[in-house]
């Protein structure tokens, strides 16, 4: 008794063969725990189907139909997750947001795939619940269901069809992460322009002082020193790099324009934390003027330590530029 068939023209033998491994994994409980060869599934590749027979001296279509749907429906759903979606982003992004230059167009598409795959969890939050996995799920399920409701219904599914004119709501969780995708492009694409600007203009400055000594309080605060560690007074920024800092940027915004407007020849920055998002910044845009350092005898006497009394500290500094001053 054939109950029912799957026809995928859009697959190649290896797909084919992808969805038939899919299917057999589904299966393997069922097999395990009823009468061995209830079921088989025949792949015909000339025409790209693969064909589910029950053998009906055990097979019970009220008691098991409802479970070989269902797994058959699981099946077809990772089969669409990890074969057909990076197609569907693929065509979402080149025709719905009109990225036709196939280089930009891999770059968006690989934030989709980060959106959606990439998970945050570090090493030790290993034991947590991972949102990537749990939204995977959520989407599989989703797509399984429509499925299975189709397939109690049904004898025969176009997989490509079914995927282009039954799944709308999953088509446009699709679109909604590629339009957040877009918008990230876009941000980071303009932040790094932004970034090359600001850099431009360090270049074309004049060197006003030989360094500035930075020391980072925490989080966004600074204050800026000079080489005999006195207190320099906050300059006026510059009009142009105060209204482009003003429009792009937010926590560092003081410190960066203060530091163009200075315009040293070495920026020494005192930190205990080389890690944040505002150390690169800083690095980015005043490359090679940069250096961190992460304990000194003036770093100690500012942060109200001694040099023995951070053996943390110490330990960080062997992983960044150390500057002793």
């Known amino acids: 008794m054939e109950l029912f068939t799957v026809s995928l023209m859009s697959a190649s033998g290896e797909l084919m063969e992808r969805l038939?491994?899919?299917?057999?994994?589904?299966?393997?409980?069922?097999?395990?725990?009823?009468?061995?060869?209830?079921?088989?599934?025949?792949?015909?590749?000339?025409?790209?189907?693969?064909?589910?027979?029950?053998?009906?001296?055990?097979?019970?279509?009220?008691?098991?139909?409802?479970?070989?749907?269902?797994?058959?429906?699981?099946a077809f759903a990772r089969y669409i997750m990890s074969e057909m979606e990076p197609l569907l982003f693929k065509a979402i992004v080149r025709k719905q947001f009109h990225y036709e230059d196939p280089a930009?167009?891999?770059?968006?598409?690989?934030?989709?795939?980060?959106?959606?795959?990439?998970?945050?969890?570090?090493?030790?939050?290993?034991?947590?619940?991972?949102?990537?996995?749990m939204d995977k799920e959520r989407r599989k399920t989703k797509i399984a269901d429509e499925i299975n409701l189709f397939l109690?219904?049904?004898?025969?599914?176009?997989?490509?069809?079914?995927?282009t004119f039954r799944l709308a709501s999953y088509w446009e969780e699709l679109r909604e992460v590629a339009a957040y995708?877009?918008?990230?492009?876009?941000?980071?694409?303009?932040?790094?322009?932004?970034i090359s600007l600001l850099k431009y203009f360090v270049r074309m400055q004049e060197v006003k002082l030989p360094i500035v000594n930075v020391f980072h309080k925490g989080g966004s605060e600074f204050a800026l020193y000079d080489e005999y560690?006195?207190?320099?007074?906050?300059?006026?920024?510059?009009?142009?790099?105060?209204?482009?800092?003003?429009?792009?940027?937010n926590m560092e915004d003081?410190?960066?324009?203060?530091?163009?407007?200075?315009?040293?020849?070495q920026i020494v920055i005192h930190t205990r934390q080389p890690e944040l998002p505002v150390m690169r910044t800083l690095e980015t845009i005043f490359e090679h003027r940069v250096r961190l350092c992460a304990v000194c005898e003036n770093?100690?006497?500012?942060f109200g330590e001694t040099q023995k009394s951070a053996p943390g500290v110490v330990s960080k500094a062997a992983s960044i530029r150390r500057i002793l001053t």
Do not use: W
Not at 152 to 159: F, Q, Y
């Open 254 to 265: 003081m410190i960066v324009s203060t530091l163009i407007t200075v315009s040293p020849k």
């Open 181 to 194: 995708a877009v918008d990230e492009y876009v941000m980071d694409k303009q932040y790094q322009e932004f």
């Open 104 to 133: 930009e167009a891999e770059v968006v598409e690989r934030y989709c795939r980060n959106l959606l795959y990439d998970s945050q969890i570090s090493s030790e939050d290993r034991f947590s619940i991972d949102p990537t996995a």
């Open 20 to 74: 038939q491994q899919f299917l057999n994994e589904e299966f393997v409980d069922l097999h395990r725990d009823t009468t061995a060869g209830m079921l088989h599934f025949d792949l015909d590749p000339s025409v790209k189907e693969i064909r589910c027979y029950a053998n009906l001296t055990y097979f019970r279509l009220p008691e098991h139909g409802p479970i070989v749907y269902r797994k058959a429906a699981n």
């Open 152 to 163: 109690n219904t049904n004898t025969r599914i176009h997989l490509d069809g079914f995927v």
């Open 299 to 302: 770093c100690a006497h500012h």
């Open 229 to 249: 560690f006195q207190l320099l007074e906050t300059a006026p920024a510059d009009r142009i790099v105060a209204e482009m800092l003003e429009s792009e940027m």
